[in-house]
């Protein structure tokens, strides 16, 4: 597999460095639960890296070994070169955390948060005042400057928290579920900004559960489950690892629901998905064409059909096909893709 | 799975390496506890309640323990009060700077201690900042401790410089005890935790020193130990500082006290913290 989707921006960045975190056999136990259990990645710089797996599945612990925050129990990890076990203080330095919770003091107001992180890392007082309101202006948070933290959305908050991370500019950020918990269009907004950090020449790793969030700004994307890697790529290359592109058939009638399945079974030699409250069968095409097939033997076994679609799979059903089982997201946002007949 | 080589990225180390220093210097190691200790005094600002306990007990039990303790101890409550003033002092100080630990532990849970750790600082510094801003702590129960006893009729011989030179003493051995509850604020799992195991040391601690009783009125084994406590040479430190201005080899103890356990608990709450992570 190659990666073969890469921007200007990317390959200017890619020319200067080539790979941002590298990790060989990653472990932590906490217990007998083996957390992160024997991970390997390779972060090139200059792209969004996205981890995807369902809650649980290692993703935050794997992000605070390479934050520092967590001891590595065994494997090996480095960031821009730099062993992360043996040189912390170096790493810390090259690494912005955005955290899953907001990572900023509730007793502080916005700009004295942002003042003590700036002086935290050594800039003088001035200094540090002008970056806090040159973030504060990037976020759109001058207006809640000096108002307490405790009185900020859920969305301000993570955008504070962001805007913390980037005070001394550090080349590569660690985003944890940046967007959980959000509405769709501060979504959108947190989305927008971690696109302009990579035009800016930052590597973005992120964690996310959401399949669509991976989908449209990871450059690549690893699927992590119970603390393994499932499966790396593109999300073209992964969705393709499960066919070419998906039928979908909604039944008139949801009890013809066992005789469609048996003709879709016998006719494309694959195993239908069924969803029988609504009648509806999913099931991979190496073709397109196939689909043709299945209406008209269909038609022969006199079964009615509802509607028709052809798309390109999801990747709740590479996540399906990958873990054996599902998220807990419902977000199915390509369903209305190359629709046939309706 | 990708086609980047490893190889190449260890020949060319990307130049954001070279732009990195290897350690935290004194210099930052200070300014970074000294942001962390403002960060501690807009807290209590903007918590007020947090300075309840050193401004109540030094008006409480100041009164309690000179009308309850002074008749029987020593005949009557004034002639108690020498006695007593720099003890229950000792015992404000120590009770301050358990809920130093408390707090510390309290705040490490908070998402933004996260933040300080995933930062390049100082590992001293997110505990030494609020001990510096403990020092106000210490100091308001200083001041409302000695006020309230010469409300009550201390008129301590030492005069003024005395008193002061008495409470910079305790203010000062109140920020090296503190130590020893960050460590163990350090190490326990909850803030109810830390509050337990700190009394349990706290009260010891001074009931077990000369800081209300005169040590000769006990048992013998219990004088032995009452006479190494360090709290014990801290309180007869401050009570000849206070009351008759000497500057006793007690001073000299108390301070050599206060090195021995900054230096053997500091390091050991450095230790349990950044084993935290």
């Known amino acids: 597999?190659?990666?073969?989707?890469?921007?200007?921006?990317?390959?200017?960045?890619?020319?200067?460095?080539?790979?941002?975190?590298?990790?060989?056999?990653?472990?932590?136990?906490?217990?007998?639960?083996?957390?992160?259990?024997?991970?390997?990645?390779?972060?090139?710089?200059?792209?969004?890296?996205?981890?995807?797996?369902?809650?649980?599945?290692?993703?935050?612990?794997?992000?605070?070994?390479?934050?520092?925050l967590l001891r590595?129990?065994?494997?090996?990890?480095?960031?821009?070169?730099?062993?992360?076990?043996?040189?912390?203080?170096?790493?810390r330095q090259l690494v912005g955390v955005t955290g899953q919770y907001a990572s900023v003091d509730e007793n502080l107001t916005a700009i004295e948060n942002l003042w003590m992180f700036g002086r935290l890392q050594g800039?003088?007082?001035?200094?540090?005042?002008?970056?806090?309101?040159?973030?504060?202006g990037q976020f759109g948070l001058e207006e809640a400057a000096n108002r307490p933290i405790s009185q900020f959305s859920g969305g301000m908050r993570r955008r504070l928290d962001l805007a913390a991370s980037l005070i001394t500019r550090p080349p590569l950020i660690f985003l944890d579920e940046p967007t959980t918990g959000?509405?769709?269009?501060?979504?959108?907004?947190?989305?927008?900004?971690?696109?302009?950090?990579?035009?800016?020449?930052?590597?973005?790793?992120?964690?996310?559960?959401?399949?669509?969030?991976?989908?449209?700004?990871?450059?690549?994307?690893?699927?992590?489950?119970?603390?393994q890697k499932v499966a790396e790529g593109t999300s073209d290359e992964l969705k393709s690892s499960v066919g070419n592109s998906t039928l979908q058939l909604d039944l008139l009638d949801p009890?013809?629901?066992?005789?469609?399945?048996?003709?879709?079974?016998?006719?494309?030699?694959?195993?239908?998905?069924?969803?029988?409250?609504?009648?509806?069968?999913?099931?991979?095409?190496?073709?397109?064409?196939?689909?043709?097939?299945?209406?008209?033997?269909?038609?022969?076994?006199?079964?009615?059909?509802?509607?028709?679609?052809?798309?390109?799979?999801?990747?709740d059903e590479v996540f399906m096909a990958l873990t054996g089982h599902g998220t807990d997201s419902t977000d199915d946002q390509t369903e209305q893709n190359d629709e046939v007949a309706r | 799975m990708t086609t980047l080589s490893i190889e190449k990225a260890a020949a060319t180390r990307p130049d954001v390496v070279a732009e990195t220093k290897p350690h935290v210097s004194v210099r930052e190691t200070l300014s970074q506890t000294m942001t962390l200790a403002w960060r501690a005094t807009k807290k209590m600002r903007r918590n007020p309640e947090q300075l309840f306990d050193v401004v109540i007990q030094p008006l409480l039990f100041t009164a309690m323990f000179a009308y309850i303790f002074g008749g029987a101890i020593s005949g009557d409550v004034e002639s108690y009060l020498p006695l007593m003033i720099p003890g229950i002092l000792a015992q404000t100080v120590l009770t301050a700077c358990v809920a130093t630990g408390v707090q510390l532990r309290e705040d490490m849970d908070k998402g933004v201690f996260d933040r300080f750790k995933s930062l390049p600082?100082?590992?001293?510094?997110?505990?030494?900042?609020?001990?510096?801003?403990?020092?106000?702590?210490?100091?308001?129960?200083?001041?409302?401790?000695?006020?309230?006893?010469?409300?009550?009729?201390?008129?301590?011989?030492?005069g003024f410089l005395g008193v002061v030179a008495a409470g910079?003493?305790?203010?000062?051995?109140?920020?090296?005890?503190?130590?020893?509850?960050?460590?163990?604020?350090?190490?326990?799992?909850?803030?109810?935790?830390?509050?337990?195991?700190?009394?349990?040391?706290?009260?010891?601690?001074?009931?077990?020193?000369?800081?209300?009783?005169?040590?000769?009125?006990?048992?013998?084994?219990?004088?032995?130990?009452?006479?190494?406590?360090?709290?014990?040479?801290?309180?007869?430190?401050?009570?000849?500082?206070?009351?008759?201005?000497?500057?006793?080899m007690h001073v000299v103890y108390a301070l050599i006290g206060c090195a021995v356990v900054i230096g053997i608990f500091a390091p050991l709450a450095v230790r349990s913290f950044r084993k935290r992570m």
Not at chain 1, 23 to 48: H, M, S
Not at chain 1, 73 to 78: F, K, L, P, T, V
Not at chain 1, 205 to 210: G, K
């Open chain 2, 121 to 158: 600082i100082a590992r001293i510094a997110p505990l030494a900042g609020p001990m510096m801003a403990d020092l106000i702590r210490y100091t308001i129960a200083t001041v409302l401790t000695f006020a309230v006893g010469v409300a009550i009729g201390y008129r301590p011989g030492g």
């Open chain 2, 168 to 248: 910079l003493l305790l203010i000062l051995c109140g920020w090296s005890m503190a130590w020893i509850f960050t460590w163990v604020g350090t190490i326990g799992r909850s803030a109810t935790g830390v509050q337990g195991i700190s009394l349990m040391i706290m009260f010891p601690l001074t009931f077990l020193s000369n800081a209300f009783v005169p040590s000769d009125t006990m048992p013998g084994w219990l004088e032995a130990f009452v006479k190494v406590n360090p709290v014990s040479q801290v309180v007869s430190a401050a009570r000849d500082l206070a009351n008759n201005g000497d500057v006793t």
């Open chain 1, 1 to 68: 597999m190659t990666t073969d989707t890469i921007s200007p921006q990317h390959a200017a960045a890619r020319r200067v460095t080539d790979i941002a975190v590298r990790t060989e056999g990653l472990v932590k136990a906490f217990g007998d639960n083996r957390a992160v259990d024997g991970i390997d990645l390779v972060v090139p710089t200059g792209q969004i890296f996205g981890v995807l797996g369902p809650n649980g599945a290692g993703k935050t612990t794997m992000l605070r070994m390479l934050a520092t």
């Open chain 1, 123 to 136: 800039l003088s007082s001035t200094r540090a005042r002008k970056t806090a309101d040159v973030l504060l």
């Open chain 1, 72 to 91: 590595i129990d065994s494997g090996y990890a480095e960031i821009f070169g730099v062993d992360v076990a043996r040189s912390p203080h170096v790493v």
């Open chain 1, 255 to 315: 009890a013809n629901l066992s005789v469609a399945s048996d003709v879709v079974r016998r006719l494309l030699q694959e195993e239908p998905v069924l969803t029988p409250e609504s009648g509806r069968i999913n099931v991979p095409l190496n073709q397109a064409d196939q689909a043709a097939d299945v209406l008209i033997a269909l038609r022969t076994a006199e079964v009615s059909v509802a509607s028709v679609s052809v798309r390109k799979p999801s990747l």
């Open chain 1, 182 to 227: 959000l509405d769709p269009r501060t979504r959108g907004q947190m989305w927008d900004t971690i696109r302009d950090l990579v035009s800016d020449g930052c590597t973005v790793l992120l964690t996310t559960q959401y399949l669509d969030e991976a989908d449209q700004l990871a450059d690549r994307i690893a699927v992590i489950d119970r603390g």
